[in-house]
C-alpha cells in the first residue's frame, strides 16, 4: 500500500468568502474554510489517508482562537481516531495563535516551533516520507528560512513544507529563491502563502497549494487539498482534489454575430450548462458557483448590453445538478465595434486616432510605443492612488495588463460614442 499524504494550503479559518450574494452571505460558513475543511476530513477518513498536513496560515488571525479551536479540535480528532497524523507549519497570520492551538490540541504536531527547521518521518506498511517543516517565529520574516540551514535527509523521499515568499527577495514574509530549494537536497517543497495554486509533479514537486477554497472571485479555478501518493520508495503522483464547496470562474462570452442584445443572455446561459456539466463530474462538486463574466468580441449592440446588464439581477442566474447555485459577482462588457480597428485608425479624424491608441493596446507588451502608453495611464492613475483619502484602503497598484484593461474598456466606451455621433456611412 502506498503512503498517502494530503496536503492543504493557506486555510485562513475565520475568514469568510467575500462579493457573496445577500442570501448567501447569511449562510457564509457553509462556503468557506470551514467547509472545505469538512470535505477534506471526510475525504481522508473514506480514502485511507496516512497524514495531513498542513503548510501555514492555518488561521486567518491571532485573535480567532475559539473559532479556530472549535473547528480543529473536531478535525483532530476525527483524523487521529482514523489513524491518520496531523502535521502544520505556522504561516505569518498564525504566528502565535496556531502554536497555542497545537499545545491544546493532543496530536496536533507543530514542526519548526520558533524558526527552527524539524523533521517527522511519516510510514505507512514498507512506505517512508520524511517531511521538514519551519514556522514563522513571528509575523515578519526577512531572511531566508534557507540561510545557514542545512537539511539532514531522512528515510524514504524528503519533502519540505514551508510557507514563503517565493522569488521575492524584498518580502517581509519570508523570501526564498527557487534555486534554494531546488539546491536544499529535498525531492520536493509544498508551500504556503500565495493563494494561487502551483503545477506540482510527481518528478520534483515544488510550487504553492493554494487556497484551500476561493475566498474572492480572483481565487478562480481549482481548489482543494493535493494527493501526495509515495510508492516503490518514490513519490509516484501528486493530484489536486477540487473539494471547495465555492468554485470562482472567469468566463468570456463571445458575442460576435448576435442579432439582438438579449442574445447575450442566452449565451452566458450555454456557458453556464457547459460550467456545469463540467462541475458536476467532479467526485465532490461545489454547492455553490460564482462568475465573473466578460463579454467579449465584436457587436454592434455594446452600449445596449450594459444596460440590459444594468437592470438585470445576476445574483441567482440558474440552478445546476444537485441543486447547484450559480451567482454573477460581476459582468462587464469588453466587445469591439463591428467596424475594422486597424481601417479606422487610418482615418484623419478623433476617431480614428483613438482606434490607434487601442491597437497599441494589442501589441506584445514589450513594445515600446505600448509600454510608454501604460507608463503614461501608470503616472495619471499614482496621481489618484496616493491621495491620502485613498490610503486607508491599502490597494496595491494596478498591474500593466490591468491597466491595459482598464484602458481598453474607457477606449471602446468612447469609441462607441464617437461612432455613434457620426452620420450613417461615414468614416
Known amino acids: 500500500m502506498p503512503l498517502k499524504i494530503l496536503a492543504i494550503g493557506d486555510l485562513h479559518l475565520g475568514r469568510v468568502p467575500s462579493r457573496l450574494p445577500a442570501d448567501l452571505r447569511d449562510d457564509a460558513r457553509r462556503y468557506g474554510p470551514s467547509e472545505v475543511l469538512e470535505r477534506i476530513v471526510r475525504y481522508a477518513t473514506e480514502s485511507r489517508i496516512d497524514a495531513v498536513v498542513l503548510a501555514g496560515d492555518v488561521v486567518e488571525h491571532d485573535y480567532d482562537f475559539f473559532e479556530a479551536y472549535r473547528d480543529l479540535r473536531g478535525t483532530v480528532g476525527r483524523l487521529l481516531a482514523a489513524g491518520i497524523r496531523v502535521l502544520a507549519v505556522a504561516g505569518n497570520h498564525d504566528t502565535v495563535v496556531l502554536p ?27 512506505e517512508r516520507a520524511t517531511l521538514h517543516g519551519w514556522s514563522f517565529p513571528q509575523r515578519v520574516v526577512t531572511a531566508s528560512p534557507l540561510d545557514g540551514a542545512r537539511l539532514e535527509r531522512g528515510p524514504g523521499p524528503n519533502l519540505g513544507l514551508l510557507h514563503c515568499d517565493l522569488d521575492q527577495a524584498e518580502s517581509r514574509y519570508a523570501p526564498v529563491a527557487t534555486a534554494e530549494l531546488s539546491n536544499a537536497g529535498l525531492d520536493g517543497w509544498l508551500l504556503g502563502h500565495v493563494h494561487k495554486p502551483g503545477e506540482l509533479t510527481a518528478a520534483f514537486p515544488l510550487g ?104 438585470e439581477r445576476l445574483d441567482d442566474v440558474g440552478t445546476g445538478t444537485s441543486g447547484r447555485r450559480y451567482f454573477v459577482e460581476s459582468a462587464s462588457v469588453a466587445t ?92
Not at 490540541?105 to 506498511?125: K, M, N, S
Not at 472567469?250 to 447575450?264: F, K, L, N, R, Y
Request: aromatic letters at 4%.
Open 100 to 126: 497555542r492551538l497545537a499545545d491544546q490540541l493532543e496530536g496536533f504536531e507543530l514542526i519548526g516551533r520558533g524558526g527552527r527547521w524539524e523533521q517527522r518521518t511519516l510510514t505507512a506498511g514498507a
Open 208 to 311: 504553492y497549494l493554494g487556497s484551500a477554497t476561493g475566498l474572492h472571485p480572483n481565487e478562480h479555478g481549482p481548489r482543494g487539498p493535493w494527493l501526495i501518493s509515495i510508492d516503490g520508495g518514490r513519490i509516484a503522483a501528486v493530484e489536486q482534489l477540487p473539494l471547495a464547496p465555492l468554485h470562482w470562474e472567469h468566463v468570456d462570452v463571445d458575442v460576435t454575430g448576435i442579432a439582438a442584445p438579449e442574445d447575450a443572455r442566452d449565451l452566458l446561459l450555454a456557458r453556464v450548462a457547459e460550467l456545469d456539466k463540467r462541475l458536476g463530474a467532479r467526485a465532490v462538486p461545489p454547492d455553490a458557483v460564482g462568475l465573473r463574466a466578460r463579454f467579449v468580441g465584436r457587436s454592434r449592440f455594446r452600449g445596449e448590453i450594459e444596460r440590459m446588464l444594468d437592470e
Open 336 to 427: 469591439a465595434p463591428e467596424i475594422d480597428l486597424a481601417s479606422l485608425a487610418q482615418t484623419p479624424s478623433p476617431a480614428g486616432l483613438l482606434a490607434k491608441r487601442l491597437r497599441l493596446l494589442e501589441r506584445d507588451p514589450r513594445d515600446p510605443d505600448r509600454a510608454e502608453l501604460i507608463r503614461r495611464a501608470r503616472a495619471r492613475l499614482d496621481e489618484c492612488h496616493d491621495k491620502p483619502c485613498w490610503q486607508a484602503l491599502a490597494l496595491d497598484a494596478p498591474t500593466d495588463d490591468e491597466i491595459a484593461e482598464m484602458l481598453r474598456d474607457a477606449g471602446l466606451r468612447a469609441l462607441d460614442a464617437l461612432l455613434a455621433q457620426q452620420p450613417e456611412g461615414a468614416a
